[in-house]
């Protein structure tokens, strides 16, 4: 059985930073396309980055230059570096991760991914 595992959410100020990560077992995540999904109360789920298998990255244009998103082939994890971190941030992050060599960053797709994790909260203040 695959499960995906995030840890790393908290509270941090505006200007802040935090990683998020992803442990997988069960499955190898170097072999995935992974995506960081949020979604924040009353709106909805949005991709925030993604790397495939071949280590390409995409973004969306709300965290284009202050997230990266990386994986660490020998624990397994999926990170999200997110730093300059602003209130409209403050969501709930899930990790997802589909077999495919790559895959789109739409919110849309988030149900076709083949593994999600449960989420960890990150509120930022102002």
């Known amino acids: 059985q695959v499960h995906l595992a995030e840890s790393g959410g908290g509270s941090a100020q505006a200007g802040g930073s935090l990683r998020l990560s992803c442990t997988a077992s069960?499955?190898?995540?170097?072999?995935?396309?992974a995506v960081w999904f949020r979604q924040a109360p009353g709106k909805e789920r949005e991709g925030v980055a993604r790397?495939?298998?071949?280590?390409?990255?995409l973004y969306a244009d709300s965290v284009k230059g202050r997230f990266t998103i990386s994986k660490d082939s020998a624990k397994n994890t999926i990170y999200l570096q997110m730093n300059n971190l602003a209130p409209e941030d403050t969501a709930t992050y899930y990790c997802?991760?589909?077999?495919?060599?790559?895959?789109?960053?739409?919110?849309?797709?988030?149900?076709?991914?083949?593994?999600r994790g449960k989420g960890t909260q990150v509120t930022i203040s102002s």
């Open positions: 790397i495939d298998t071949t280590g390409t990255t």
């Open positions: 069960g499955y190898p995540l170097n072999s995935t396309c």
């Open positions: 997802a991760a589909s077999r495919w060599r790559t895959c789109p960053i739409s919110r849309l797709f988030y149900y076709g991914m083949d593994f």
